[in-house]
């Protein structure tokens, strides 16, 4: 099994509707990040929470929310999806060495 | 400014030959530095971290870390069509986040 675990893989949406990302992980990191991909940009940070009272802005948070609901489950939710959200969206986790683990990624596509 | 930039590539490369990538950081507090392999479609990999000025081998690979220049590239030598991938340049500064580089991607011509 996955050590970092992102669901669903895949997700089709249409403008205006609330969806949710998952993610969670076994490896006992206490630190969790989402991410987005788009071509030629590079990752670019959403969200970030090194426990699970703690929830920091990234780079490009507007128009996303988390929750950190445990030390091993972080999700990502877009509350009203808009087009230029299509993107692939990675979780990560670390630990204190701040190597970073990434889950398989999330597909998303915004209609 | 971006905070980490990569050269843009597309690197080619014919097999067997040394493959060089290069990145600049413009925060000069930054004490890690990481590369990052990414298979299209796929999650970026962990390939070397680099915390010290200097040279760090492993394997095929070596990354090279000049903080007084804030510069670190990683080389891949005889290098393999399974090394065609993206790589990412990471960079971590004292708040324990990570920039991401664009990324160059690589192509090993057999």
């Known amino acids: 099994d996955a050590d970092v675990t992102q669901t669903p893989r895949n997700r089709i949406t249409k403008t205006g509707k609330r969806i949710m990302l998952e993610c969670s992980q076994t490896k006992g990191h206490d630190r969790m990040y989402w991410y987005r991909q788009d071509p030629g940009l590079g990752l670019r940070l959403i969200y970030y929470?090194?426990?699970?009272?703690?929830?920091n802005k990234g780079e490009i948070s507007d128009g996303y929310s988390v929750s950190r609901q445990a030390q091993a489950k972080f999700s990502l939710s877009l509350e009203s999806a808009i087009p230029n959200q299509t993107a692939l969206y990675f979780c990560?986790?670390?630990?204190?060495?701040?190597?970073?683990?990434f889950g398989a990624g999330t597909r998303l596509s915004v209609l | 400014q971006k905070e980490v930039e990569q050269n843009s590539g597309p690197l080619s490369v014919p097999e067997g030959a040394i493959a060089s990538l290069n990145c600049t950081y413009s925060?000069?507090?930054?004490?890690?530095f990481f590369w990052y392999r990414q298979y299209s479609g796929k999650s970026p990999e962990l390939i070397m971290s680099i915390y010290s000025n200097g040279d760090k081998e492993d394997g095929r690979f070596t990354a090279q870390l000049n903080k007084a220049s804030q510069y670190v590239s990683l080389l891949i030598r005889d290098s393999q069509p399974s090394d065609s991938a993206t790589y990412l340049c990471a960079v971590r500064a004292n708040d324990y986040k990570l920039s991401f580089g664009a990324g160059t991607t690589v192509t090993v011509r057999a």
């Open positions: 990560a986790t670390s630990g204190r060495a701040n190597i970073q683990y």
């Open positions: 925060d000069r507090g930054s004490q890690s």
């Open positions: 929470s090194f426990d699970v009272k703690d929830i």
